[in-house]
């Protein structure tokens, strides 16, 4: 069935690096990727999304890059900052449907 | 503009108890989800509502899970009777577009929900 897995599940690094969160999915009519940050306690707000016609899209210190052969996606962060602490998703959606299957989260800490 | 409420943000409840879920989307949003997430996973979509019609509730366990969306604004999920294994948040969201159609799905604060 439908899968998506995502890795890291925890990632630390320190304030100024980049970080790198890396999706795979197992539908290759998967056309939609949206990312989502999820503070603690807070709800899943999206952050950036790419469709599959695309292959990377940039916004400020966010960028996602897709690889439609390999059938998988990555979120990087430049120069990160302590609020970009939070539990990141991946996701993905299937050609005419709105269902979007879920990775299992990144726990990313910025230490300052 | 005002995003996805939900109400009650907590709740708790013995298994075999009932409970119901609030959501009210975004104003003008026509299509309506309820994910269940599980601590320390991502969310999994219960049911999609477009309007007052049923999307898709094929992972939803309707021996005990229903849900409804009447009048195609509000939504209600309930779960009777629950079991322990109901520990969850349950999340709300809404995306104007109709089913089908790729639009942005935004999420409401969600009921944490705890089984005793």
């Known amino acids: 069935g439908e899968n998506v897995e995502q890795h890291p599940s925890t990632l630390s690094v320190q304030e100024g690096d980049s970080a790198v969160i890396k999706c795979t999915y197992s539908d290759s009519a998967s056309n939609y990727f949206p990312w989502y940050k999820q503070e603690l306690g807070k709800r899943p707000q999206l952050i950036i999304d790419i469709r599959s016609n695309v292959g990377e899209k940039k916004d400020q210190r966010i960028a996602v890059t897709l690889n439609k052969t390999a059938k998988h996606f990555s979120l990087h962060i430049t120069e990160t900052q302590p609020e970009d602490s939070a539990v990141y998703f991946c996701a993905a959606r299937k050609t005419n449907t709105d269902k979007l299957i879920f990775g299992t989260g990144t726990r990313l800490q910025v230490f300052p | 503009e005002a995003g996805v409420a939900q109400s009650p943000r907590y709740k708790i409840i013995e298994k075999r108890q009932s409970v119901a879920f609030w959501c009210n989307p975004i104003s003008g949003h026509a299509t309506l989800y309820w994910y269940q997430q599980i601590l320390g996973q991502g969310p999994k979509l219960l049911i999609q509502?477009?309007?007052?019609?049923?999307?898709?509730d094929s992972q939803l366990p309707k021996d005990r899970f229903s849900a409804e969306r009447l009048k195609g604004v509000d939504s209600t999920l309930k779960i009777q009777p629950a079991k322990l294994e109901d520990s969850a948040v349950y999340l709300c969201?809404?995306?104007?577009?109709?089913?089908?159609?790729?639009?942005?799905?935004?999420f409401g604060p969600g009921t944490r929900l705890t089984v005793l």
């Open positions: 509502f477009q309007n007052n019609g049923v999307v898709d």
């Open positions: 969201a809404s995306s104007f577009a109709l089913a089908g159609e790729l639009d942005t799905q935004y």
